[in-house]
């Protein structure tokens, strides 16, 4: 998997990512997903807090999108004070026509599926190269590390060629934000994700899988910057 830069400048991702936040409105509790395109989510609700006086609270899915929310002087809550979010907003790897969707290309699509599940509204920010007819990406499962060797062999069972995902500036596997290891798995292409999504569920040591059912609206920045809007 190539190295994630959330710093790298995208005129598409940056025109998908403001455009979202403009749906935020005062007094809403936001869920603030992971990953470089929503980053700029998460620098322009900023900077509505601090020249429109925009007044949110932010829950965040990752160490990375807590960092990002606290530089950009977001207040933060939790899903145990504020069980019931107003909207979420996060990125995708990728999404396919129905809105089915593929995350986790950050590790972080566990608490970004909690988070989202928590949300009346689910909105995600990609750039054009995320969208596809099916979806025909590897699934990242977040398995716990005492049954990856049990879930290795379920999920070849169910056709899938599973990949254990190397940390790149360590040694060994990359550990999640819950302390688990990823499996990035190989499915071909995913007729059915809804069933999919299923049989994976029913792994046991399978923590969560990044295939998400449960998008509401698509924002798709393109090359000259305009964006389109795509709603279930
Ligand atoms: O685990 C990470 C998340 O699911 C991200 O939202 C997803 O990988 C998209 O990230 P990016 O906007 O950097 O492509």
Same mark, same amino acid.
């Given at each position: ?15 998908? =990512? ?12 936001? &869920? ?11 620098? /322009? ?28 002087? #977001? ?11 107003? #909207?979420?907003?996060? =990125?995708? %790897? ?10 986790? &290309? ?5 608490? /970004? ?8 509204? *689910? ?12 979806? %025909? ?8 590390? *005492? ?23 360590? @040694? &060994? ?7 688990? *290891? #990823? ?26 899988? =990044?295939?998400?059912?449960?998008? @509401?609206?698509?924002? #798709? =920045? ?11």
């Amino acid at each position: 998997m190539a190295v994630r830069n959330i710093s790298t400048d995208s005129p598409e991702k940056r025109a998908a =990512g403001v455009a979202a936040s403009r749906i935020v409105e005062s007094r809403m509790v936001v &869920g603030l997903g992971t990953g470089s395109t929503v980053a700029y989510t998460i620098k /322009e609700l900023g900077r509505r807090i601090r020249e429109e006086g925009l007044e949110i609270l932010g829950v965040v899915t990752s160490y990375q999108s807590e960092m990002l929310a606290i530089e950009a002087g #977001i207040p933060l809550t939790t899903l145990a004070q504020h069980p019931e979010l107003d #909207i979420a907003i996060d =990125g995708v %790897d990728q999404i396919d026509s129905r809105l089915y969707a593929i995350k986790g &290309g950050g590790a972080a699509h566990t608490r /970004e599926k909690i988070v989202s599940s928590s949300s009346k509204r *689910f909105v995600v920010v990609a750039d054009e190269s995320k969208t596809s007819k099916q979806l %025909d990406k590897t699934v990242p499962i977040e398995v716990l590390p *005492f049954a990856k060797t049990l879930v290795v062999k379920k999920i070849k069972e169910l056709g899938g060629k599973p990949e254990l995902r190397s940390a790149l500036r360590k @040694d &060994g596997p990359v550990i999640t934000d819950n302390g688990n *290891f #990823i499996l990035d798995v190989d499915f071909g292409v995913i007729n059915d994700p809804e069933n999919l999504a299923l049989q994976l569920s029913s792994i046991p040591g399978v923590v969560e899988h =990044g295939i998400f059912s449960n998008v @509401d609206e698509l924002y #798709i =920045g393109k090359k000259d910057e305009s964006v389109e809007i795509i709603r279930r």
